[in-house]
């Protein structure tokens, strides 16, 4: 960049349409990451609006109440020049009314606002409800230095977005205008994998221009997404250089001068308190190594954890089957909570096995959590007599099954109703997507916390929970007995389902790859069981829409990316 200049990043955890507290944890970290060097201090995208906004951005008072903490920052920045994420107003009365911002703030400079010019609106993302896109780019000048400002999407690559999709190059025509290094304010959502995927595509654009790049990320949970934060720096010999550790709220400042030596990342704990610092140094290092499973627990944790606090929520309560997927979200809601703010509830049924309230009561003591047992039986007797006259001369089937998950549901709400605790369900996405559910039964909830895990992943998460742990806290049988929903005799999943693993991966192509069922069958599954699962998936879209919000951690998910008809005739062509 022609002279030595410190960068430093914000990786901030921001709440929506919180602008006070939002402006002052970005005051907080800029005072920290100046009073260490930093002379450019980068903050997420719509670090100060929290992101996503979505249609609050369309009440009278959202877009002014973030400009005046913009200019509330502006008047007491200091020394460094700070970059705030924010939404500001289209003045032409064309196009959308808002613009996706970065501003420069700059002591005694008047402030500066760069538009963000690539808008995804594909998936989870919808840009173009809100926002127009920005005038070509051009660099900006910053303590005598030349600038590429990007905001998120403008530096992704036609290789790395589901295809091509814009015609424009930001950051070709920065670097082309001049721009000695690209800076990036982002709020890139977590997938599995996708951390590796951003920092590969990055890379190869600091090589291919030959400039360097400091990438700074959210870190944090708002509804149904997740953050991973991440930020890093690549040279501009296509290295990575620094990664922050993923899920942790914190700052660091990197020195341009001196790509040789570790920095301190100074980590902040889940209530904003001080963490223990941890060294960088270049790559790879630390937490910028870990595997998928780590990354997977600790997306689920972070999501947990801020969707709670979030929303006003102290403690957790949940049902515990004996099963693999309640014992995740189990471990899963202890992590993120604290054992003493989860409440478990074995609710046995009459065919319900000894083994597995033993499983639940052992997962509960291995945890250290409190699970109550509130048995069923009784209730389902008692409403099974009830309907009794309206049920004569027919033979029980699917409808009392049904019976005894919604009285389970009415045990979980109304223990949620009297002590306030958040009902987590614990249904995984293999069984969303063929409808192997029940509403206002085991749906019941208003956090679905592994909704978007297949259950060939839940068994991964499983092994590497104890894994991690060093010891069994999720009980070995558990995991190794054929799932059950334990509702008629000898009951298993796999009386219904096709096995987890085929399953799956028909579940993946159709859903988050779009294949037909002929492209499938063309990759070898069973023509059969291929109409089966896309028939129960498009089948049970009315079940989905009435599902408990769930936490993204896969390419796609059933939310807010997936929108689909409820009353619809669409017969896709289903020959092999």
Same mark, same amino acid.
């Given at each position: 960049m022609g002279v030595l200049v410190k960068i430093g990043f914000a990786q901030i955890n921001t709440v929506v349409g919180d602008f006070v507290g939002n402006a002052r944890?970005?005051?907080?970290?800029?005072?920290?990451?100046?009073?260490?060097g930093a002379q450019?201090?980068?903050?997420?995208?719509?670090?100060?609006?929290?992101?996503?906004?979505?249609?609050?951005?369309?009440?009278? $008072?959202?877009?002014?109440?973030?400009?005046?903490?913009? $200019?509330?920052?502006?008047?007491?920045?200091?020394?460094?020049?700070?970059?705030?994420?924010?939404? $500001?107003?289209n003045p032409s009365g064309k196009g959308r009314p808002f613009f996706n911002t970065a501003a420069v703030l700059e002591k005694d400079r008047p402030l500066r606002k760069i538009a963000k010019c690539l808008l995804p609106t594909y998936d989870v993302f919808d840009e173009a409800r809100y926002f127009e896109p920005g005038p070509a780019p051009a660099p900006v000048e910053i303590g005598g230095r030349r600038i590429g400002v990007t905001i998120c999407e403008d530096i992704w690559t036609p290789e790395y977005l589901p295809r091509g999709l814009y015609t424009r190059d930001p950051v070709h025509d920065l670097v082309t205008a001049g721009a000695a290094a690209i800076v990036n304010l982002s709020a890139s959502p977590f997938q599995i994998g996708k951390p590796a995927r951003r920092r590969e595509m990055i890379r190869r654009q600091a090589g291919r221009h030959r400039v360097p790049f400091f990438y700074c990320?959210?870190?944090?949970?708002?509804?149904?997404?997740?953050? $991973?934060?991440?930020?890093?720096?690549?040279?501009?010999?296509?290295?990575?250089?620094? +990664?922050?550790?993923?899920?942790?709220?914190?700052?660091?400042?990197?020195?341009?001068?001196?790509?040789?030596?570790?920095?301190?990342?100074?980590?902040?704990?889940?209530?904003?308190?001080?963490?223990k610092g941890s060294v960088l140094g270049p790559w790879p290092a630390g937490d910028s190594a870990r595997e998928d499973m780590a990354d997977l627990r600790d997306a689920l944790v972070l999501g947990l954890r801020d969707y709670m606090a979030k929303c006003g929520f102290r403690a957790a309560v949940l049902g515990l089957s004996g099963g693999?997927?309640?014992?995740?979200?189990?471990?899963?809601?202890?992590?993120?909570?604290?054992?003493?703010?989860?409440?478990?509830?074995?609710?046995?049924s009459p065919y319900s096995s000894e083994h597995s309230v033993e499983d639940a009561l052992q997962?509960?003591?291995?945890?250290?959590?409190?699970?109550?047992?509130?048995?069923?039986?009784?209730?389902?007797?008692?409403?099974?007599? +009830?309907?009794g006259d309206a049920?004569?001369?027919?033979?029980?089937?699917?409808?009392?099954?049904?019976?005894?998950?919604r009285l389970r549901g009415l045990t979980l709400m109304s223990l949620s109703n009297k002590f306030g605790h958040l009902l987590l369900t614990t249904g995984n996405k293999s069984e969303l997507a063929v409808g192997y559910c029940t509403l206002y039964g085991d749906m019941c909830g208003g956090l679905a916390v592994i909704s978007d895990v297949p259950k060939t992943t839940v068994y991964r998460l499983a092994g590497f929970l104890n894994a991690d742990a060093r010891r069994e806290l999720i009980p070995a049988r558990t995991i190794t007995k054929p799932p059950s929903a334990e509702l008629r005799p000898d009951q298993t999943d796999q009386d219904t389902l096709p096995p987890y693993e085929v399953l799956d991966e028909i579940l993946r192509l159709y859903v988050e790859e779009n294949l037909g069922a002929g492209e499938?069958?063309?990759?070898?599954?069973?023509?059969?069981?291929?109409?089966?699962?896309?028939?129960?998936?498009?089948?049970?879209?009315?079940?989905?829409? +009435?599902?408990?919000?769930?936490?993204?951690?896969?390419?796609?998910?059933f939310g807010i990316g997936r929108r689909m008809p409820l009353a619809q005739k669409f017969a896709p062509a289903i020959q092999a």
């Open positions: 944890k970005i005051a907080r970290a800029a005072k920290d990451l100046e009073l260490r450019i201090i980068l903050t997420p995208e719509m670090s100060l609006t929290g992101y996503p906004p979505q249609d609050l951005l369309f009440k009278s $008072d959202f877009v002014p109440g973030n400009l005046a903490a913009l $200019d509330g920052l502006h008047r007491h920045v200091g020394k460094a020049a700070l970059l705030v994420g924010c939404v $500001d107003v990320n959210a870190v944090g949970g708002n509804d149904q997404l997740i953050f $991973d934060g991440y930020s890093f720096a690549a040279t501009a010999d296509g290295l990575i250089w620094m +990664q922050a550790p993923g899920f942790l709220e914190g700052t660091f400042v990197l020195d341009i001068g001196d790509m040789n030596h570790g920095v301190e990342f100074r980590g902040w704990g889940p209530e904003g308190s001080p963490g693999i997927d309640s014992a995740v979200t189990a471990c899963i809601a202890v992590q993120a909570l604290g054992a003493e703010n989860v409440t478990g509830v074995a609710m046995p997962l509960a003591a291995n945890l250290g959590m409190e699970c109550l047992r509130i048995p069923i039986a009784g209730s389902f007797d008692a409403f099974k007599e +009830q309907m049920f004569a001369g027919k033979p029980e089937d699917i409808t009392e099954e049904n019976m005894q998950a499938i069958i063309r990759k070898g599954f069973d023509g059969g069981t291929v109409r089966w699962v896309i028939g129960r998936v498009d089948l049970n879209e009315y079940k989905r829409e +009435q599902a408990a919000p769930g936490l993204k951690v896969t390419g796609r998910a």
